[in-house]
């Protein structure tokens, strides 16, 4: 028999007895020790001895009429402790929406099929409107200059190391800041017209990352092909379908295919299965400093304090994601560090940097998709 019911059937033998008073301090004695021997809330078990305690020396008839209200409130003191309980006694975390994005103006490096315009589909959940552009310095431009809200660009990939244009274009551009993050698995492909056989191919288009990622495969299958570099894997896609000629191939993803009405002569021919590219989603808000996934800064100054950087770094426990060194055009040895970690707090990283003897710029703390 459980415990609200002993209650209930103990309480009708009280208001039965006209000799109830005994009975009535036996059974408050006897349910607190019950209650605080079960697993429930203690403040559930304060209050039902509370409700107790106001039925003794009542008469019979006013304990009667008083029966019903105080199992009731009993029931809602059990239903408040079982929640407690499933709950650990901890409120519940507010869930954090992300923002709506419908209206978002998002430019990236064009034209339709890029990686980027995946990674920009990733990011905003395919809301909002995307911009191709011939470059990404046009990308970012269209940015500052208020043709869009956010610009998506590469940063690095696993294969082909840092997009070092783009980090400079970051560096340049002292009005970004950097909003969230995107981590893409890229598949290359040999994307050719329909009906091309691999002895007809005599040049390949792709841009820099995609000959990096697919050089293995074409010094093992095309060792004589001319490669050609162009502004993005898309774009090789484009010139291929556009001028008709089967001589041609480009390396691109398999949406390019799909979008250039190319087919797929050779699929996953990147260096490395695990092969990623960094995305940045960068725009003019005012950077992050709240806790966040992912942090990200720009230390100058010589080669010399970056020992001591990093083991400041290090100190705070502060986990170092990627470093980039670009040069920063004073002397010899002077660089702009592009920093990204996890953990620590823009407090933090300011102090350890300039306690370091460099300058400082924070980019933003963000997420990561």
């Not at 403040?43 to 020396?57: G, K, S």
């Not at 291929?240 to 949406?255: F, H, L």
């Amino acid at each position: 028999m459980d415990i609200l019911t002993r209650y209930t059937l103990q309480y009708k033998r009280i208001g039965d007895n006209t000799q109830y008073c005994g009975q009535q301090r036996h059974f408050q004695e006897l349910t607190e020790q019950e209650y605080a021997d079960s697993d429930n809330d203690v403040l559930a078990a304060h209050v039902f001895r509370c409700l107790l305690r106001t039925l003794i020396r009542q008469p019979c008839e006013v304990i009667m009429k008083k029966i019903a209200y105080t199992i009731t409130l009993f029931i809602l003191c059990i239903s408040l402790a079982s929640c407690a309980s499933c709950s650990g006694g901890k409120p519940e975390q507010q869930i954090v929406s992300r923002p709506s994005f419908e209206s978002a103006k998002v430019s990236y490096l064009g034209p339709e099929g890029t990686y980027t315009q995946e990674a920009c589909e990733k990011y905003f959940d395919g809301q909002g409107s995307y911009f191709p552009y011939k470059t990404v310095a046009d990308a970012v431009d269209a940015l500052v200059n208020g043709e869009s809200n956010y610009a998506v660009i590469p940063q690095e990939n696993t294969v082909g190391g840092a997009v070092i244009d783009y980090i400079d274009t970051v560096i340049a551009q002292t009005e970004v800041s950097v909003t969230g993050e995107v981590e893409l698995p890229i598949d290359q492909n040999l994307l050719v017209l329909p009906g091309t056989a691999l002895t007809d191919i005599k040049t390949v288009y792709s841009h820099k990352q995609g000959i990096a990622q697919g050089k293995a495969w074409l010094a093992d299958n095309l060792p004589e092909v001319q490669v050609i570099e162009v502004s993005s894997t898309a774009e090789g896609a484009r010139m291929v379908s556009e001028g008709n000629d089967s001589s041609c191939a480009a390396i691109a993803s398999a949406g390019c295919a799909k979008v250039y009405g190319l087919d797929i002569l050779a699929a996953g021919i990147q260096m490395n299965d695990k092969n990623k590219t960094r995305f940045y989603v960068l725009s003019l808000d005012e950077p992050n400093t709240a806790q966040s996934d992912r942090l990200a800064f720009i230390a100058s100054g010589a080669a010399s304090g970056l020992t001591s950087l990093m083991s400041e770094i290090k100190a705070k426990g502060i986990t170092l994601v990627t470093i980039h060194d670009r040069p920063l055009k004073t002397e010899l040895g002077e660089y702009s560090y592009v920093i990204e970690c996890s953990g620590g707090n823009f407090e933090d990283c300011k102090k350890l940097t300039e306690k370091s003897g460099f300058g400082f710029r924070w980019l933003g703390s963000f997420d990561v998709r």
